[in-house]
């Protein structure tokens, strides 16, 4: 059975930085692509960044520069360093992993609180 288990999230200052987790489990493959959304307060599940295996990002211009993804195949974990952090980026932080059309898996989710 496929897990996928995020970790890290947590209160900082805005201004501060965070690094979040996600490991999957149960699978014997490389996700063709896995990747961090968010949904804040009141609002719809948005695109953070996504990293396919062979390295290519895709991020929206709100986090270009402060936030980076990376990934570790052989562990098929992604991580989500958050720097210079704003309110705004409070949100709960969801870890997605999909291969081929079929394949599409969710984290439950880690609570990022920026707050002062």
């Known amino acids: 059975q496929v897990q996928i288990v995020e970790s890290g999230g947590g209160l900082v200052q805005p201004g501060g930085s965070l690094r979040l987790s996600c490991a999957a489990s149960g699978i014997i493959f490389s996700f063709d692509t896995m990747g961090w959304y968010r949904q804040g307060p009141g609002k719809q599940r948005e695109l953070v960044a996504t990293i396919t295996s062979i390295g290519i990002t895709n991020q929206p211009d709100s986090v270009k520069g402060r936030f980076t993804i990376s990934r570790d195949n052989a562990k098929n974990t992604v991580y989500l360093l958050m720097n210079s952090l704003k309110p705004e980026d409070t949100a709960v932080y969801y870890c997605?992993?999909?291969?081929?059309?079929?394949?599409?898996?969710w984290g439950r989710g880690t609570l990022v609180t920026v707050s002062s």
């Open positions: 997605n992993a999909r291969h081929g059309s079929v394949l599409n898996y």
